[in-house]
């Protein structure tokens, strides 16, 4: 669970607040988005292609 957020000033685990009083920026979540598996092995695939590609195996 994404339990920290932050807004401009601090970071925050008080879900009973949607925006700091201190600087009036909404909290957002702390955590960076993450790539999806499924990217990541699609671009792993296409580089084995090309691969197979340039040694002549397909
Ligand atoms: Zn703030």
Known sequence: MHLLRKCKCRYTIDLSKEICEKC?????????????????YAGYRRKMKELAKQRGLL
């Open 24 to 40: 009036g920026e909404r909290f957002r979540s702390a955590y960076p988005p993450k790539f999806s598996p499924h990217d990541k």
